[in-house]
């Protein structure tokens, strides 16, 4: 996680007008928006065909950019011990529930 609060503040620094809640709840839709198109070029034969074989750097850029954005909403409202726990908990919930190891 330490990683993706490094891209939040590099992003800060290098977009510093671009850190209000709403401009970043509207960045991550556009990116949640990217992701759904490389979903579609992946699913989509018809795509496939049009635009090529789908590359998997493309996805995982999109969901890169895609977390960033959420981390950077994470940390605006200063939330990230709570982001912690709350996947912890998570984890915890599926190991008790056999889920995963």
Do not use: W
Request: net charge negative.
């Amino acid at each position: 996680m330490e990683r993706f609060y490094k891209m939040v503040e590099a992003s800060n620094k290098r977009f510093p007008d671009g850190v209000e809640p709403f401009q970043m709840a509207t960045r991550l839709l556009e990116e949640c928006g990217e992701v759904a198109a490389e979903i579609n070029h992946r699913e989509n034969a018809h795509k496939r065909k049009k635009h090529g074989e789908p590359r998997k750097e493309n996805l995982a850029n999109e969901l890169r950019q895609t977390m960033v954005e959420l981390f950077k909403i994470a940390v605006y409202y200063s939330v990230e011990k709570e982001l912690e726990e709350s996947i912890n908990k998570s984890l915890l919930q599926s190991k008790s529930e056999g889920l995963i190891d």
